[in-house]
């Protein structure tokens, strides 16, 4: 008994539906869009962090009692300025120019090899290290400029690719490299702020576009979309397309600029009790 409910049920839903879908107009089941024309821009993207293009982390090689300490944090330093000196005589100097963010120790203090004295970071030149598998690496060379969105700040900031290596390294079976990206100077931005680094991929300019979802695709990857023709008609036409910047896609061909084409909209089904429930109200 309740196997054959089931499957009243499903018939009952099968004629609902077939009874809804054909006497829907055809404007209700599809939306109108226009093929535009518009610059078309596709990036490749990579991630990374802000860090200092010059840092100096000064660690104690042997023992000694520290002396004097003739810097405090927050100070700007110049490459071989005297950081602190010792009991022993020494002098221990910054080897980069920049600001002394963290002092460790304090005068008098007896240290052992390996203990961390001063941190010195040059705050105003920041870049950020990506990393770039074998299939894109290509593109990518010294010299190129860049975008790179900062995400804590929601800002653009320009960049151009400094260095990149030429081995890569191994993880997991994929084989990637390392591209250093210089950034503009910006008071706002922080060491470890993420961002997404992105390099011009392919350009174009006054393309004939359309959003992706108006463009469909046979089991065979064709393209194509939906169109009305004179009689009022809905049928579809094979095209050509180019680059997609995700967004809309480049008709190569078979679509004219401010031709109209249709949309298939989402269709939701409903169970006769939602129906019937809907039509109570």
Do not use: C
Not at 21 to 27: E, V
Not at 120 to 143: A, F, R
Not at 146 to 161: E, K, P, R, T
Request: without cysteine.
């Amino acid at each position: 008994m309740k196997k054959w409910i089931g499957w009243l049920l499903v018939l009952v839903v099968i004629l609902v539906l077939g009874g809804f879908l054909l006497s829907r107009p055809k404007d209700v089941l599809y939306d109108h869009v226009q093929a535009t024309t518009q610059d078309l821009t596709t990036y490749y993207s990579f991630s990374g962090n802000v860090e200092a293009k010059d840092a100096q982390s000064l660690i104690s090689t042997s023992m000694f009692q520290v002396n004097e300490i003739l810097v405090e944090e927050g100070q700007w330093v110049e490459k071989g300025e005297v950081l602190l000196t010792t009991s022993q005589g020494m002098k221990l100097e910054a080897s980069v120019s920049g600001e002394v963010s963290t002092i460790y120790v304090r005068e008098g203090d007896l240290v052992t090899s390996g203990t961390p004295l001063v941190d010195v970071t040059d705050y105003e030149h920041l870049q950020i290290k990506v990393k770039v598998d074998e299939y894109n690496i290509i593109p990518v060379s010294v010299g190129k400029e860049v975008s790179v969105h900062v995400n804590a700040l929601n800002q653009d900031y320009s960049g151009s690719i400094s260095h990149v290596t030429k081995e890569a390294q191994i993880s997991s079976g994929i084989a990637y490299f390392i591209a250093t990206v210089d950034i503009e100077e910006n008071a706002n931005l922080y060491i470890g702020m993420s961002s997404e680094v992105k390099l011009v991929n392919e350009s174009v300019t006054d393309a004939i576009v359309l959003p992706m979802d108006a463009i469909q695709f046979k089991s065979d990857e064709t393209p194509y979309v939906y169109y009305q023709n004179e009689n009022d008609e809905v049928i579809s036409k094979d095209i050509t397309v180019g680059i997609s910047d995700g967004v809309y896609v480049q008709v190569l061909s078979g679509v004219n600029q401010g031709e109209d084409i249709l949309v298939p909209k989402a269709i939701e089904i409903k169970t006769p009790f939602e129906m019937m429930k809907h039509s109570n109200k």
